[in-house]
């Protein structure tokens, strides 16, 4: 039995799925609901919820015993794993419905910011109360919330009623960056590009880095050339690459050119290299430290919240400068080694040196093997001088290694 009788369904909008026996199943990402005939509201036929390695799943709502805005309850643990395919009579409630501009019984034209699915007994859901919001006025205020029934409002099936993006935006802020990039590709083209314009520079940035290139490319081309200049700023220097490396060459050279100099400056270094080194493939920016840094330091710096588990697992030690190329590489110490050590201990004084760096034209089978010899997450790579220019992390392996189109693969 469903514990409530009516739900917004923004609310539901990542909340976990359990099974009877409380052990999480996926999460909410949109509600399915069937048009019927005769001015009837729209039937909610279900679930679409997201599973281990991001696989996108039908749930029936015969399938759910509890709905509430704490939880959504099944009646058993086993799913149809098969992947959701719209029909096409079929309504995503989340990414068709959110933006909507629509009319009011009065001819006011408002957009629509969630929609409630309501029951009247078990198993059996409806579209029901939509909330909706005035459009601002003069000042930029925003205008009153109203509520009103489906039926008494117009355009809330029709293919030409203009879209927003606010609220689907609101919805979409919560995700991880790999979330939030599977959550768009699943949006309709015009739809997927107009939450992509919407978002700024850095979100845009992080959900671009998770997408399949072939999208990365396609974003990036409805983009004007300042924006997209602006973007590749925010993107990590060797995600950069891989994605500039995608474009025409004129197209290339003159996003580079628009970059500031300061940002494009490793993203040219990494473009000299041969595909399928460690060069090629290497993060740009580890951390990195001069001997006389302490370890307080150093743990310190892997505390920053924007770095990767996989770029925070070990602090590069190096002869000043510190940026790359930097001075003399000296060693690396791992975190594990950090924690133990005391606070105020110089990072000279415990570094391991007993790993030799790579070159930059080292091949991925020779650093795939390596890195599993020894268990390490991350290596450094050196120029002839001993000079630090980067390093190849674990996740820069397995973004090479795996098909082109994993990130496409839902099976």
């Given at each position: 039995m469903?514990?409530?009788?009516?739900?917004?369904?923004?609310?539901?909008?990542?909340?976990?799925?359990?099974?009877?026996?409380?052990e999480?199943?996926g999460r909410?990402?949109?509600v399915?609901?069937r048009?019927?005939s005769?001015?009837?509201?729209p039937q909610?036929?279900g679930?679409?919820?997201?599973m281990?390695?991001?696989?996108q799943?039908?749930?029936?709502?015969?399938?759910?015993?509890?709905v509430?805005p704490?939880?959504i309850?099944?009646n058993s643990?086993?799913?149809?794993?098969?992947r959701?395919q719209?029909?096409?009579?079929?309504?995503?409630v989340?990414?068709?419905?959110l933006?909507?501009?629509?009319?009011t019984?009065?001819?006011?034209?408002?957009?629509?910011?969630?929609?409630?699915m309501e029951?009247?007994?078990p198993?059996?859901?409806a579209?029901g109360?939509?909330?909706?919001?005035e459009?601002g006025?003069?000042?930029?205020?925003r205008g009153?919330?109203?509520?009103?029934d489906w039926?008494?409002?117009?355009?809330?099936?029709?293919?030409?009623?203009i879209?927003?993006?606010e609220?689907l935006?609101?919805?979409?802020?919560?995700?991880r960056?790999a979330?939030l990039a599977h959550?768009v590709q699943?949006?309709?083209?015009?739809?997927k590009?107009?939450?992509?314009?919407?978002?700024?520079?850095?979100r845009l940035?992080?959900?671009l880095e998770?997408l399949?290139?072939?999208q990365?490319?396609?974003i990036?081309?409805?983009?004007d050339?300042?924006?997209?200049?602006?973007?590749?700023?925010?993107?990590?220097?060797?995600?950069?690459?891989d994605l500039l490396?995608?474009?025409?060459?004129?197209e290339r050279a003159?996003?580079?050119?628009?970059m500031?100099?300061?940002?494009?400056?490793?993203?040219?270094?990494?473009?000299?290299?041969?595909?399928?080194?460690?060069?090629?493939?290497?993060?740009s920016?580890?951390?990195i430290?001069t001997?006389?840094?302490?370890?307080?330091?150093?743990?310190?710096r892997?505390?920053?919240?924007?770095?990767s588990?996989?770029?925070?697992?070990?602090?590069?030690v190096?002869?000043s400068p510190?940026?790359t190329?930097?001075?003399?590489?000296?060693?690396a110490?791992h975190f594990?080694?950090?924690?133990?050590e005391?606070?105020?201990?110089?990072?000279?004084?415990?570094?391991d040196?007993?790993?030799?760096p790579?070159?930059p034209?080292?091949?991925?089978?020779e650093i795939?093997?390596?890195?599993?010899?020894y268990?390490?997450?991350?290596?450094?790579v050196v120029d002839e001088?001993?000079?630090?220019?980067g390093?190849?992390?674990?996740d820069d392996?397995?973004?090479?290694?795996?098909p082109r189109?994993w990130?496409?693969?839902h099976?």
């Amino acid at each position: 039995m469903p514990t409530v009788t009516r739900v917004f369904i923004a609310r539901l909008a990542g909340l976990a799925v359990y099974d009877p026996n409380g052990e999480q199943v996926g999460r909410i990402r949109d509600v399915v609901a069937r048009l019927r005939s005769g001015g009837r509201r729209p039937q909610v036929v279900g679930f679409i919820a997201e599973m281990p390695m991001r696989r996108q799943i039908f749930l029936p709502i015969g399938r759910v015993i509890s709905v509430d805005p704490a939880s959504i309850v099944l009646n058993s643990g086993v799913v149809n794993l098969r992947r959701f395919q719209q029909g096409p009579a079929e309504l995503l409630v989340l990414a068709q419905l959110l933006d909507l501009r629509v009319t009011t019984p009065t001819g006011a034209t408002v957009t629509v910011v969630d929609v409630a699915m309501e029951s009247d007994r078990p198993d059996q859901w409806a579209l029901g109360r939509v909330a909706v919001q005035e459009l601002g006025g003069r000042l930029g205020r925003r205008g009153q919330l109203r509520q009103f029934d489906w039926e008494e409002l117009t355009g809330l099936v029709e293919p030409t009623t203009i879209q927003g993006t606010e609220s689907l935006l609101n919805v979409l802020e919560k995700m991880r960056p790999a979330d939030l990039a599977h959550a768009v590709q699943e949006l309709p083209p015009e739809r997927k590009h107009a939450v992509a314009a919407a978002l700024d520079d850095e979100r845009l940035a992080d959900m671009l880095e998770e997408l399949p290139e072939r999208q990365q490319v396609e974003i990036l081309a409805r983009l004007d050339h300042e924006r997209a200049a602006d973007v590749l700023e925010e993107m990590d220097a060797d995600d950069a690459a891989d994605l500039l490396a995608e474009l025409p060459p004129h197209e290339r050279a003159l996003l580079l050119d628009l970059m500031a100099p300061e940002e494009s400056a490793p993203v040219r270094a990494l473009m000299k290299y041969l595909p399928n080194t460690a060069g090629a493939v290497m993060t740009s920016e580890p951390v990195i430290l001069t001997p006389d840094a302490t370890v307080a330091d150093a743990l310190a710096r892997i505390r920053e919240p924007h770095l990767s588990p996989a770029v925070a697992a070990q602090v590069f030690v190096t002869r000043s400068p510190v940026d790359t190329p930097t001075g003399r590489y000296l060693g690396a110490v791992h975190f594990q080694r950090l924690l133990r050590e005391p606070p105020g201990d110089l990072l000279g004084g415990v570094l391991d040196n007993d790993i030799d760096p790579l070159d930059p034209q080292r091949p991925l089978a020779e650093i795939t093997r390596r890195m599993a010899t020894y268990n390490l997450v991350a290596m450094p790579v050196v120029d002839e001088s001993d000079r630090l220019v980067g390093a190849v992390t674990v996740d820069d392996l397995l973004d090479h290694l795996l098909p082109r189109d994993w990130r496409e693969q839902h099976e």
